[in-house]
């Protein structure tokens, strides 16, 4: 980042602020974007000097963080309508007399749920918890054209008090308020319910509601908490079988709509798709990429540290026969060997924007293209698995799946793997993070060394 006199200063605040996954979201934007920007966390104390102040310093814009999202509002020179109605907000724009307010929490939760193919026109929703974030939610739902709302809490009259100020916003009566201990009221019909309570930021904690038969009404389930990435509510929404997520996306977009506005552009769904990957490694576990030569260890390894360490694999390989419905055999047979390493590359771009806490075991040869090499290191950390060719030889004598060993004595085998290693040595050796050398170990010798090298 090359910060100069043109860097247009963005940031959070908030008190605490260190904590904050913000800064991840829009330092990658600026670079992927080419906008000259930097975005900070700013713990601040008086939040009417700091607002002025950073007005006065010439800040861009901002987000605003607990505890600062209703307070803010009175040191605004405007406020959009919808941040007015739901009583907080947590970006700000520059303007020409001050910083102007908006919530870009509701229109997140709603990017995030249309891109998980759900629309809440004309649907039953649940809301379960009275605060902040269900205020931001109702509000939502019932300005997307949700045909019923019931908002469900431990406390019954902080229900009814916020159904009735939302109801009277639109001037409807869709929001129902229900006590959490008398939900048997709730009609037998489908619904998309949304978690709003604090329920699940702790191992401990349990679920506002814990009757299975509550969760067999879910069409869909949205939980606004991302940190742990499974929490009471995702896990008994997957013992039903139920579409959800948690609330990672509703992170990333808000932040991507504050981002937008701040800089009058709209940011494409294939960049927020690698953001979001981003944000997966940095909080459920980064990515750990197995390259080096056929016969190494990189499957085997691969497994072996998925099994040990609760990570998922993947075998490009394996993903590339799947895909094209054929064997790599074939593939080369039938296209040669330039086509597959095409394919490798079109592999690698798709599993560098889905992939977060898993072992990707390459073929030997993908480290030839300087692309691959490129999405590699934005996919994970690359180990480099040797071995010598000798171990190489005795490992895949009797492989018949290799293209390019097929034909020849085995001393012939022996001469034409020692050439292509001695050709390849160099661009394992530049691309790769850490090396590990693997002969005479078994893979889960190799496993534990790779792991713990993390």
């Known amino acids: 980042m090359n910060i100069n006199g043109r860097t247009k200063v963005l940031g959070i605040f908030g008190n605490p602020v260190k904590h904050t996954l913000s800064p991840d979201i829009h330092n990658y934007l600026g670079k992927k974007l080419g906008i000259n920007s930097c975005y900070v966390p700013f713990p601040v104390d008086d939040l009417k000097k700091a607002v002025e102040g950073a007005y006065s310093m010439g800040v861009s814009g901002l987000n605003v963080t607990v505890p600062f999202k209703e307070s803010v509002i009175p040191y605004l020179s405007e406020i959009d309508p919808d941040a007015k109605n739901i009583g907080a907000v947590n970006t700000l724009v520059r303007t020409g007399n001050g910083f102007k307010g908006y919530n870009t929490d509701m229109p997140g939760l709603l990017r995030a749920l249309s891109v998980s193919g759900v629309s809440l026109k004309d649907k039953n929703v649940i809301i379960l918890g009275a605060g902040g974030a269900a205020r931001a939610a109702l509000y939502m739902a019932v300005k997307e054209g949700a045909s019923l709302v019931f908002l469900i809490n431990r406390t019954l009259e902080k229900a009814v008090s916020l159904a009735d100020e939302i109801n009277k916003i639109f001037d409807k009566n869709v929001i129902k308020p229900v006590k959490a201990d008398n939900i048997s009221i709730i009609p037998k019909e489908r619904y998309i ?16 509601i814990e009757d299975d038969s509550f969760y067999e009404m879910a069409d869909y389930g949205y939980d606004l908490i991302y940190n742990p990435a499974i929490t009471p509510f995702i896990e008994k929404m997957m013992e039903h079988a139920v579409p959800c997520d948690n609330g990672l996306k509703m992170l990333l977009y808000q932040g991507i709509i504050a981002y937008e506005l701040w800089n009058d552009i709209n940011v494409s769904s294939e960049l927020s798709e690698t953001v979001y990957n981003n944000l997966c490694k940095k909080l459920y576990g980064d990515n750990i990429i197995l390259t080096g030569y056929m016969g190494s260890g990189k499957s085997a390894v691969g497994k ?99 293209p390019l060993l097929k034909s020849g004595s085995s001393d012939e085998v022996k001469e034409k793997i020692k050439t292509m290693m001695e050709q390849r040595r160099a661009y394992y050796d530049m691309s790769c993070d850490i090396k590990i050398e693997t002969d005479g170990k078994t893979p889960e010798e190799i496993a534990e060394l790779v792991y713990s090298a993390l």
Request: hydrophobic letters at 35%.
């Open 304 to 402: 072996k540290i998925s099994v040990l360490y609760g990570m998922d694999f993947i075998d490009t390989d394996e993903y590339i026969v799947e895909k094209e419905g054929m064997s790599i055999n074939e593939i080369f047979e039938r296209f040669g060997e330039d086509t597959f390493r095409k394919m490798e590359t079109e592999a690698l771009r798709e599993l560098s924007v889905k992939c977060y806490n898993t072992v990707i075991a390459t073929g030997g040869g993908i480290v030839l293209r300087k692309e691959n090499v490129n999405i590699l290191k934005d996919t994970g950390k690359i180990y480099y698995l040797m071995a010598s060719p000798e171990e190489i030889y005795n490992r895949i004598q009797y492989d018949t799946t290799r």
């Open 193 to 208: 319910m949304i978690q709003c309570t604090s329920l699940g930021l702790k191992k401990e904690d349990g679920l506002l």
